[in-house]
């Protein structure tokens, strides 16, 4: 089973929007609505911000959405601060015995 | 405070074992499914087990299928990952996550993490 495919890199300036994107197949992202979102700072432990492809866990800022369309989600981060410069990893249920979930390769967000 | 705590990690040679611990605290462990993740040094994240709330069900990814025995004591609150026949490639920071009380699914997300303990295969 592949990594999700995310971008390397994205970056974007204060106050800002910026979209990270990670697509699948329709065996993970495409064929189920358990994708989420993890911010990991460098040296820190992996934080929940996206539940259920659109989801927020209570505490997480409201400038975090998420969405999915076919067999790509979406990780939107809107007013972009300096606090969200990080690294963001998506993961999908996959349904296959071999390997029950699977994650993007991650992606470095600036802040510039 | 909602908490947990791995330990047990450390530099084992290839072929050998060891055992990681994860000790839960501030929540009813009794009543969450755990995962175990890990990450390799400058790598992302990968899935490595899950194990329900009773431990009556696990699953494995295939890469430690039948090297790995994921289980739990919820009289200790305690989450176990025995490892047996390491490889270079287990090398990694090892995470216990609880699966979010947001859902009852599994798959749904783990909202507390552990800082991690680091296991080195080499010899």
């Known amino acids: 089973q592949s990594a999700l495919t995310q971008p390397a890199s994205v970056s974007g300036s204060p106050g800002q929007s910026i979209t990270i994107s990670c697509t699948g197949t329709?065996?993970?992202?495409?064929?189920?609505?358990?994708v989420s979102w993890y911010q990991q700072h460098p040296g820190k432990a992996p934080k929940l911000m996206i539940y259920?492809?659109?989801n927020r866990p209570s505490g997480v800022s409201n400038r975090f959405s998420g969405s999915k369309s076919g067999n790509t989600a979406s990780l939107t981060i809107s007013g972009l601060q300096a606090e969200d410069e990080s690294d963001y990893y998506c993961?999908?249920?996959?349904?296959?015995?071999?390997?029950?979930?699977?994650f993007g390769g991650g992606t470095k967000l600036t802040v510039l | 405070q909602v908490q947990l705590v791995e330990s047990g990690g450390g530099v084992v040679q290839p072929g050998r074992s060891l055992r990681l611990s994860c000790a839960a605290s501030?929540?009813?462990?009794?009543?969450?499914?755990m995962h175990w993740v890990r990450q390799a040094p400058g790598k992302g994240l990968q899935w490595v087990a899950v194990?329900?709330?009773?431990?009556?069900?696990?699953y494995y990814a295939d890469s430690v299928k039948g090297r790995f025995i994921i289980s739990r004591d919820n009289s200790k609150n305690t989450l176990n990952l025995q490892m047996n026949s390491l490889r270079p490639e287990d090398t990694a920071m090892y995470y216990c996550?609880?699966?979010?009380?947001?859902?009852?699914?599994?798959?749904?997300?783990?909202?507390?993490w552990g800082q991690g303990t680091m296991v080195t295969v080499s010899s």
């Open positions: 329709s065996s993970d992202v495409g064929g189920h609505n358990y």
């Open positions: 194990i329900s709330y009773d431990g009556s069900n696990k």
């Open positions: 993961s999908s249920y996959t349904g296959n015995s071999t390997l029950y979930v699977v």
């Open positions: 996550a609880r699966v979010g009380l947001h859902t009852s699914s599994w798959w749904s997300g783990s909202d507390i």
């Open positions: 501030g929540f009813t462990f009794s009543n969450s499914a």
């Open positions: 259920d492809v659109s």
